[in-house]
């Protein structure tokens, strides 16, 4: 026990006052995230929308979340990652709370639209921040501590909201609302007047003269099939958030608070192992290793399920699959970063963002479709199949990036 207490103390030693009071924000957050798990569920059941209009809604989600990513970089390059960040949350959260009203297909499909918009734009503003925050040595623990913060959150949030649920679906809206309002008060009070570690004027010039400074991430080509590549591990993995609950309640016939537990062990997992994993194996390895793992991982998953069947199994799935976002994602992030320079951070953030934003368009409309055609079972083999040929290409394109850094 105190082995395991040393080990957690080392691997989040080091990290600035800054980096734990965005983790805080983001913890906050996603505490209230109870709407997306339980979207593709509250859609069918309680709205009665047919499967294709729900992959029709879900993929709106998707295509707010892309614009919204794709706003949030630009306005971050702009105006700063302070004003993205407090205004998508005050927006986003007031706009929770509209969605109660929308109840016609149409109406709820402008307002899924516009919720993703607002919300995602903290996306790529919140990545620069602890980016800006971090130690250059710190940046992969930085991302790691953020994302232990929000998997955390996610621990919370789904368990919680399977419980709302059971009474009325018209809570989670409520709260994701008001912890998105809290967090949006809690950023503005301790950020408003606090500056990220600025680089010395000769190490801002050099940055500025570098090449991933003076361009543009769209005329980088291999950070483009990077980013390619990112969304298509993400199609896969967000199956868990969109189809996954329909398997989990059509196939298993699991209640609410089940479905709740399952997508809250995957938070809770990521929590509690992350930053050791990150903290023992992250600079032992290439980062195209710990990546294409990931990735196999995740094709492990989607076959157990087709393999074998019970309870048992679908916990171990989340745990494969949470293991596969522990390796893949905090490296995908800092790559990311090694990529860019000061003045374009915000631009390839965005970037990198929007394969996930992407994915959330694709995902949930073919997720859905496989389903109403195929099934179940056809969609966890796509998914393994599609996991495979990812880590193939991370394995060639993530090498060459590698390699670019070091010349």
């Given at each position: 026990?105190?082995?395991?207490?040393?080990?957690?103390?080392?691997?989040?030693?080091?990290?600035?006052?800054?980096?734990?009071?965005?983790?805080?924000?983001?913890?906050?957050?996603?505490?209230?995230?109870?709407?997306?798990?339980?979207?593709?569920?509250?859609?069918?059941?309680?709205?009665?929308?047919?499967?294709k209009q729900v992959g029709i809604l879900l993929s709106l989600f998707g295509a707010g979340s892309m614009c919204g990513t794709f706003l949030g970089g630009w306005l971050t390059d702009k105006i700063g990652h302070f004003r993205v960040q407090f205004f998508s949350l005050v927006l986003g959260?007031?706009?929770?709370?509209?969605?109660?009203?929308?109840?016609?297909?149409?109406?709820?499909?402008?307002?899924?639209?516009?919720?993703?918009?607002?919300?995602?734009?903290?996306?790529?503003?919140?990545?620069?921040?602890?980016?800006?925050?971090?130690?250059?040595?710190?940046?992969?623990?930085?991302?790691?501590?953020?994302?232990?913060?929000?998997?955390?959150?996610?621990?919370?949030?789904?368990?919680?909201?399977?419980?709302?649920?059971?009474?009325?679906?018209?809570?989670?809206?409520?709260?994701d609302g008001l912890t998105c309002l809290t967090a949006g008060a809690v950023f503005f009070f301790y950020f408003r007047h606090k500056q990220g570690h600025t680089p010395a004027p000769a190490a801002a010039a050099e940055a500025t003269a570098s090449l991933p400074a003076a361009r543009s991430p769209y005329r980088d080509g291999l950070f483009v099939l990077f980013s390619i590549l990112c969304?298509?591990?993400?199609?896969?993995?967000?199956?868990?958030?969109?189809?996954?609950?329909?398997?989990?309640?059509?196939?298993?016939?699991?209640?609410e608070l089940q479905i709740g537990a399952l997508l809250a062990s995957n938070g809770l997992m990521v929590f509690l192992l992350e930053m050791i994993i990150v903290y023992l194996i992250g600079d032992k390895h290439a980062l195209w290793k710990m990546i294409v793992a990931g990735l196999l991982l995740l094709a492990a998953a989607f076959v157990l399920l087709n393999l074998a069947h019970g309870f048992v199994v679908l916990v171990f799935s989340v745990l494969l699959m949470s293991l596969s976002e522990i390796l893949a994602m905090p490296f995908m992030s800092t790559l990311t970063v090694q990529r860019s320079g000061p003045h374009n951070r915000g631009s390839y953030m965005a970037l990198y963002s929007l394969?996930?934003?992407?994915?959330?368009?694709?995902?949930?409309?073919?997720?859905?479709?496989?389903?109403?055609?195929?099934?179940?079972?056809?969609?966890?083999?796509?998914?393994?199949?599609?996991?495979?040929?990812?880590?193939?290409?991370?394995?060639?394109v993530v090498r060459r990036l590698s390699a670019a850094q070091l010349t």
């Open positions: 026990m105190k082995r395991i207490l040393s080990l957690y103390s080392n691997a989040f030693g080091g990290l600035s006052k800054e980096a734990w009071l965005l983790a805080v924000v983001m913890f906050i957050n996603r505490s209230g995230a109870m709407v997306v798990p339980f979207l593709s569920v509250y859609l069918t059941e309680a709205m009665g929308f047919s499967l959260g007031s706009w929770f709370f509209v969605m109660l009203f929308l109840k016609r297909f149409e109406l709820f499909a402008g307002g899924i639209f516009l919720l993703s918009l607002l919300t995602e734009c903290l996306r790529p503003a919140n990545a620069s921040s602890v980016s800006s925050y971090a130690r250059p040595e710190n940046v992969t623990r930085a991302f790691s501590l953020n994302r232990m913060a929000i998997n955390l959150g996610f621990s919370i949030g789904p368990a919680l909201g399977g419980v709302l649920a059971t009474v009325s679906y018209e809570f989670l809206f409520m709260a969304c298509c591990f993400a199609v896969a993995f967000f199956q868990f958030f969109s189809t996954m609950p329909l398997y989990y309640r059509r196939v298993y016939h699991l209640s394969s996930y934003s992407a994915a959330h368009i694709i995902g949930p409309y073919v997720g859905t479709t496989v389903i109403d055609n195929f099934g179940f079972d056809t969609l966890w083999w796509g998914g393994s199949a599609l996991s495979v040929v990812a880590a193939v290409g991370f394995y060639v």
